[in-house]
C-alpha cells in the first residue's frame, strides 16, 4: 500500500491509546476513518483531535473533514455483534461508501488474571472484548474488504499472544488466552484469503508495553468509578512504558505499508520475541529470562 490517502479505514477502539493515535496519523496522511469506541466522550476528543491536525473543522454532528479526509465517531461495544453491524452500517452511511479499504481491529481491555480465583463474568468479559471483538469485527468488515483494490485487517495481539506471562507471581490468564486466540485467527487467515481473496492480507500487530489507557479503561470496564483511582491507574502503567502510543501508531501503519504480515511493537516486544523463539523451554524460566533482558539492556 503505496499511500493512505484517499483511503478508507475502520478504527475499533479509537477513543483512546493507540487506537486514538491510528485515527489521528491515518487522518494527517488524507485516510477517512470510522472509529468507534465503547466510551463516546472519549471517541469525541479522537475526532475532534484528529480532524483539528488534519486541518479540518469539526461538524456538529460529530465528523471532521481533515484535508480531503473525513473522520467519524461511532459508539460500540466490540463484543456485541449487533452493535459492531450497526457501526458497520453507520460508518458506511457517514461516509457514503460501499467498500473500506483497512480495518484496524484494535479494541481490547485486561483483567481475569487468575481462572482459579477471579470471577468467571470478569475472565469471560475480557475474552468478549478482545477476542469475539476481533471476531466480530472481522465477519462484518472482510466482505467489505474484499470489494476493496486492495484491503488489509490488521489485528492486535500482544507479546502475551506468545508469552502467556506477566512475571513472576502474576496470573495473566484470559487476556494472555485471549491474544493467543487472535494470533491464531489472523495467522489462519493468511492462507485462506490467499486462496479465496488474494488482493486481501491481514496483519498481526503484538505490542509490548505500550503506554496506553488500558489499564484503568479495563478497570472502568469492569465496573471501577472512582475518577482518582482509574488515573492512578493509567499514570503508572502509562510512565512504566518503554513506547507510546504515537510511537506504536507509526510502527504499526510503516509495517502495514511495507508488506509485512507481522509487526513487534517495541523495544521488550523484540527481546522477548527472540527470547521465547531461540530458547522455547525456558520461557517460563523467569530466572533465566531477567538474565537475557540484563544482558539485553547492557547491550
Known amino acids: 500500500m503505496e499511500s493512505y490517502a484517499g483511503k478508507l479505514a475502520i478504527v475499533t477502539g479509537g477513543g483512546s491509546g493507540m487506537g486514538r ?23 469525541a476528543e479522537t475526532v475532534d483531535l484528529a480532524a483539528r491536525e488534519a486541518g479540518g473543522v469539526v461538524s456538529a454532528g460529530g465528523s471532521g473533514v481533515a484535508g480531503g479526509a473525513v473522520v467519524s465517531g461511532h459508539e460500540c461495544d466490540v463484543s456485541d455483534e449487533p452493535a459492531v453491524l450497526r457501526f458497520r452500517d453507520q ?37 468478549a472484548v478482545n477476542f469475539w471483538g476481533v471476531y466480530y469485527t472481522a465477519r462484518a468488515f472482510l466482505p467489505l474488504l474484499v470489494a476493496s483494490p486492495e484491503g488489509v485487517l490488521v489485528t492486535t495481539s500482544s507479546v502475551n499472544g506468545f508469552w502467556a506471562s506477566l512475571g513472576p507471581g502474576v496470573p495473566h490468564t484470559a487476556y494472555s488466552t485471549t491474544k493467543f486466540a487472535v494470533k491464531g485467527l489472523t495467522e489462519a487467515l493468511i492462507e485462506d484469503l490467499r486462496v479465496n481473496a488474494p488482493h486481501v492480507r491481514v496483519v498481526l500487530v503484538m505490542p509490548g ?39 506504536a501508531a507509526t510502527i504499526i501503519l510503516d509495517g502495514v505499508q511495507s508488506g509485512a504480515w507481522r509487526v513487534l511493537v517495541g523495544p521488550d516486544a523484540t527481546m522477548l520475541d527472540e527470547f521465547v523463539r531461540a530458547h522455547p523451554e525456558q520461557s517460563y524460566d523467569h530466572e533465566e529470562l531477567a538474565r537475557q533482558r540484563a544482558t539485553w539492556l547492557a547491550g
Do not use: K, Y
Request: aromatic share 6%; proline share 2%; hydrophobic share 45%.
Open 21 to 43: 493515535e491510528l485515527v489521528r496519523q491515518l487522518a494527517v496522511q488524507g485516510c477517512s476513518v470510522a472509529a468507534c469506541d465503547l466510551d463516546a466522550d472519549s471517541l
Open 91 to 127: 460508518a458506511l452511511a457517514a461516509h457514503g461508501a460501499d467498500r473500506v479499504d483497512l480495518v484496524f481491529a484494535n479494541a481490547g481491555i485486561g483483567g481475569g488474571g487468575s481462572f482459579l480465583n477471579d470471577p468467571r463474568e470478569q475472565w469471560e468479559r475480557v475474552f
Open 209 to 247: 508495553h505500550v503506554g496506553t489507557n488500558i489499564l484503568g479503561n479495563s478497570l472502568r470496564a469492569m465496573g471501577v468509578t472512582d475518577a482518582g483511582e482509574l488515573e492512578e491507574a493509567n499514570a503508572f502503567f502509562r510512565d512504566t512504558a518503554l513506547t507510546t502510543p504515537a510511537q
